[in-house]
Antibody, heavy 121, light 109 residues
């Protein structure tokens, strides 16, 4: 069955960097678009970034554009999120989510368990 | 402020039918189908509907519909295990972004 396992979360100071990973299994990772979605404490879900199956196209939320970079290694079945210039408002649980198609589609079909990122001095 | 608008809370009794709504505009719900996501006790979200289609393993008491710029998730025969937060989401072509509603807390009385 589809499994998405995030890692790399932790506590980081404002202005610092962190790289999240999402290990995928149970499906042909290289055939599907992938997303990062986050949830701040006590708040709702916020989409963060999307990458096409082959990495050829990426989209970002305005709140992270220029600071975060989504990437993937299809040989390792792994999705990444490089987060730079972190701010307190980036504190959230970050979820990896699978898209149902190689490229764009309107929904997410599977979700990981999430990894917590805390930005604090 | 979320791009999609959902009720903050909805409640119902066991066996009752409840409908959750999600309102957007012509740039999002008016142009694309909607996904619905269930989150129990701040755990991982789970997809319970995409458009009017049920993912495998989701009970058929869940159904989805859309009219104009409003999408709805209906649960017929409410069960205690349905108590959760529910989020709607879709693509917004003017924002070039996926957008979410603020979420509806469903309480089963």
């Amino acid at each position: 069955q589809v499994q998405l396992v995030e890692s790399g979360g932790g506590v980081v100071q404002p202005g610092g960097s962190l790289r999240l990973s999402c290990a995928a299994s149970g499906f042909t990772f290289s055939s599907y678009g992938m997303h990062w979605v986050r949830q701040a404490p006590g708040k709702g879900l916020e989409w963060v970034a999307f990458i096409r199956y082959d990495g050829s196209n990426k989209y970002y939320a305005d709140s992270v554009k220029g600071r975060f970079t989504i990437s993937r290694d299809n040989s390792k079945n792994t999705l990444y999120l490089q987060m730079n210039s972190l701010r307190a408002e980036d504190t959230a649980v970050y979820y990896c989510a699978k898209g149902p198609a190689p490229g764009w589609d309107y929904y997410f079909d599977y979700w990981g368990q999430g990894t917590l990122v805390t930005v604090s001095s | 402020q979320s791009a999609l608008t959902q009720e903050a809370s909805v409640s119902g009794t066991v066996g009752q039918k409840v409908t959750l709504s999600c309102t957007g505009n012509s740039n999002n719900i008016g142009s694309y189908a909607v996904g619905w996501y269930q989150q129990i006790s701040h755990g991982a979200p789970k997809t319970v509907m995409f458009g009017n289609s049920l993912p495998s393993g989701i009970p058929d008491r869940f159904s989805g519909s859309k009219s104009g710029t409003t999408a709805s998730l209906t649960i017929s025969g409410l069960q205690p295990e349905d108590e959760a937060d529910y989020y709607c989401s879709t693509w917004d072509y003017s924002l070039s972004a996926w957008v979410f509603g603020g979420g509806t807390k469903l309480t089963v009385l």
